[in-house]
């Protein structure tokens, strides 16, 4: 049978399933039930992704199955073993940020502590529906929209919990902020949404990993993240990705950044079975900005693909993306990039590189960098590089005493250097030079 056969048939299972998930949602407000119910069929109208689609061509989903995952049943409630397995997680990110807060599965188990917030808001999808309903009707579901693809409209209709940022006009937040999303060997899915929303003149730095604790059965993440920055506010946000090599991860992810804000964005690819994920940053008011960072390293089999779109919609906008990612063993990257500029963007900045080092003759990297530009008073450039370590390079160090190994990692960690010394977050450019330096031991070739 094939893979889009067996999914066909799981969408009408799931379409029985979700009368009964929306009668257990009967909680919820009638505009969200509504907008649950019109992107559910969405689901049922889009097609199953498959190579023929441009999108997907380089990214091989045919071994994903949804039958495989209880999407909308709900979830036991995490137990002691659970909260135990998270701990060091929880503990490394509580070291270095003033409060967090932890879920498993898209279940809160950790708030964050609001006498540390004053007027800002960290706390999961429920509560903050309960406290800024409106402000979630608004937001909810316009800077993602459901119609981007079948998993796209699936995820809008079934989500579970998630994590809700929201920072009031003219309050600037002084530390940063942590987020953990978690799965553990007896909670593999995870449908949650992520909702940050700075208004005018107000500054905030959230941390947000995503990780994987003990040996597991098969996972699921399918999720959204959806920004806003207000005018001359300025989000600093981290979303490191690492799940373990069973785990799919499938994301789309945008920010709308209004006049004279700015954003600085990181993302880590590091873990997963295959992450297919789409980030997108749209500069709508005059001299908006963004700095877009990213960092993958693959070993074994896993399959990490990532588009980037730069959208500048307004004139004297910027936007600096730089992705860097090493690849060992029989694993596979996919970068593909677009500058976009509409006609009225005139005197637009904008800058977009990949580079690649493949440590294995039997890895792969693809980088498609893309513009497409309607304006005549710009300057766009892009780029994209792939290769090996260089042999006389590791010699040079050997000559010196250097043990082969050693140079290869001297050699990797300074390939990375320069996009960790974009990242503005101390403890952040720490943590992945770690999480790089084991991908790198684990994946020796």
Not at 329 to 354: H, L
Not at 377 to 383: A, E, L, Q, S
Not at 406 to 434: C, H, M, Q
Request: net charge neutral; charged share 20%.
């Amino acid at each position: 049978m094939s893979t889009v056969v067996a999914n066909t048939q799981t969408k009408a299972t799931l379409a029985i399933q979700f009368g009964e998930f929306q009668n257990t949602a009967s909680s919820e407000p009638i505009w969200l039930r509504d907008a649950r119910k019109a992107a559910f069929e969405q689901f049922e109208f889009l097609p199953w992704p498959t190579s023929k689609d441009e999108e997907w061509r380089r990214t091989d989903i045919r071994a994903f199955k949804l039958s495989a995952f209880d999407l909308i049943q709900n979830q036991p409630a995490p137990t002691l073993d659970d909260l135990n397995a998270v701990g060091p997680l929880r503990d490394a990110l509580a070291a270095h940020y003033a409060t967090g807060i932890v879920q498993i599965a898209g279940q809160t188990t950790q708030p964050a502590d609001s006498s540390k917030l004053g007027r800002v808001t960290l706390t999961d999808f429920q509560s903050a529906l309960a406290i800024h309903g409106d402000l979630i009707k608004k937001h909810l579901f316009q800077t993602v929209k459901p119609e981007g693809d079948a998993l796209a409209a699936l995820h809008a209709s079934i989500f579970r919990g998630g994590i809700v940022l929201y920072v009031p006009k003219g309050v600037k937040l002084e530390f940063p902020l942590y987020a953990l999303s978690a799965l553990t060997g007896n909670h593999r899915v995870d449908t949650s949404h992520t909702l940050i929303i700075l208004e005018d003149d107000s500054e905030a730095t959230l941390v947000h990993d995503l990780a994987t604790t003990g040996e597991s059965k098969p996972g699921l993440h399918l999720g959204a993240v959806e920004i806003v920055v207000g005018k001359n506010a300025h989000l600093k946000y981290v979303r490191i990705q690492n799940w373990d090599d069973k785990t799919w991860h499938f994301s789309r992810e945008r920010a709308v950044v209004d006049a004279g804000g700015s954003i600085q964005w990181t993302i880590g690819g590091l873990g997963s079975r295959l992450s297919k994920v789409n980030q997108e940053t749209a500069l709508t008011g005059p001299k908006a900005s963004a700095q877009v960072n990213g960092v993958m390293f693959t070993t074994g089999n896993q399959h990490l693909a990532y588009f980037t779109r730069q959208d500048h919609q307004a004139p004297n906008t910027t936007s600096d993306l730089l992705y860097k990612g090493g690849l060992s063993g029989k694993s596979r990257t996919v970068w593909k990039g677009m500058i976009a500029v509409e006609k009225d963007a005139q005197k637009t900045d904008a800058y977009q590189k990949n580079d690649s080092l493949v440590l294995s003759s039997h890895a792969r990297a693809d980088s498609i960098p893309g513009l497409e530009i309607e304006a005549n008073d710009v300057r766009c450039t892009h780029g994209a590089t792939a290769g090996q370590v260089d042999p006389e390079m590791v010699f040079y160090f050997q000559a010196r005493g250097i043990p082969a190994e050693t140079a290869k990692r001297l050699v990797v960690e300074g390939f990375f250097a320069n996009v960790y010394d974009r990242i503005s977050v101390e403890p952040v450019r720490e943590s992945l030079r770690a999480a790089v330096a084991q991908k790198l031991a684990i994946g020796k070739s």
